[in-house]
């Protein structure tokens, strides 16, 4: 075989390398993307999906309302609308939620409701390939499983994602 | 406040328009409400009634506040027009609320809360600047007068 021919076969070979590297890329490029909102929980890491989120606020004063289950943290005040503030710690098996300067209250609006929920922080918002989304852990705790979708890996943290209208369903019953 | 003890409320006084609310300014544990002036009849000292034990309704207990330890300062009996004494706490004073600065609460709370006694929430400037006032339904009863 001559040179030129050997040449020739690597420029196929790279060609098709190259062929099968942009079907790759074209292939990611299709693939569907979640935005996530990523927050925690004491030490845990949890996710809802950014389509439910409608607001994250810093903590504002939060006015108890007499009369409300113990889930309900009471109401705001923000820019002159009135939101309620809940807490989801005791449904996952949590103890409340320690005050601290980086806690947040997450606007999420489902099924018709909306309300805010307090977490510990929100770390982090991106886009991840819906693939990504790997089963629920086994070894999740039987209070959490009902509300999870799934996991995903962030920062080498086991992030477990949550289901809004799962939540909200409970509350109904 | 002490100008409101003892003085029975006319019909003059406590009917307010459409568009805005008599209300009745006390507080119990810290959190403000505002009662619509139409349901009170009469606000008292209870150190004038024999019988304060009985037959009346302290607020708390109409408008729980879970796991807390309910004490009254200055306590008031708000004597209703349907018959029935209340028990609150901190009387202030009538402040007359106009609609546009009531909102109901949010729909959230409406399903969750066991009873709609708390109807509204008021955002007023002044003393209790931007804290939320609620407003509740004193007419309402979990028990019998």
């Known amino acids: ?173 | 406040m002490d100008n409101l003890v003892g003085i029975s409320a006319n019909e003059e006084d406590c009917e307010s328009p459409v568009d805005e609310l008599h209300a009745l300014i006390f507080s119990v544990m810290g959190v403000w409400f505002g009662a619509d002036m139409e349901q009170i009849k009469e606000v008292a000292d209870p150190g004038r009634n024999e019988d304060i034990e009985e037959n009346i309704v302290r607020f708390h207990e109409e408008f729980p506040f879970p796991g807390r330890q309910i004490t009254y300062q200055a306590p008031r009996i708000l004597y209703l027009k349907n018959g029935r004494r209340i028990l609150v706490d901190n009387v202030d004073e009538v402040r007359v609320l106009p609609i546009d600065c009531i909102r109901p609460l949010p729909n959230f709370l409406e399903k969750c809360r066991q009873s709609n006694a708390i109807w509204g929430v008021a955002l007023v400037e002044g003393e209790i600047d931007q804290t939320p006032l609620f407003i509740p339904d004193l007419g309402f009863s979990s028990h019998k007068s």
Do not use: C, W
């Open chain 1, 1 to 173: 075989m001559s040179p030129q021919g050997k040449k020739g076969k690597s420029q196929e070979l790279l060609e098709k390398v190259k062929q099968n590297q942009d079907l790759n890329q074209i292939v990611n490029v299709d693939e569907k993307e979640i935005k996530l909102v990523i927050f925690t929980l004491h030490e845990d890491f949890f996710a809802f999906y950014s389509a439910n989120i409608k607001e994250i606020l810093t903590l504002e004063k939060i006015n108890f309302v007499p009369g409300s289950p113990e889930y309900i943290l009471g109401i705001a005040n923000v820019r002159g609308d009135i939101e309620s503030v809940m807490n989801i710690n005791g449904f996952l098996g949590f103890q409340p939620q320690p005050e601290s300067k980086e806690n947040r209250v997450i606007i999420v609006s489902a099924q018709g409701i909306r309300t805010g929920i307090l977490v510990g922080s929100v770390e982090d918002v991106l886009d991840v390939p819906e693939s990504s989304i790997e089963s629920p852990l086994a070894t999740l705790h039987d209070n959490i499983k009902p509300f999870v979708i799934g996991e995903i890996k962030y920062k080498n943290h086991n992030v477990t994602l949550l289901n809004v209208d799962r939540i909200f369903e409970k509350i109904a019953i």
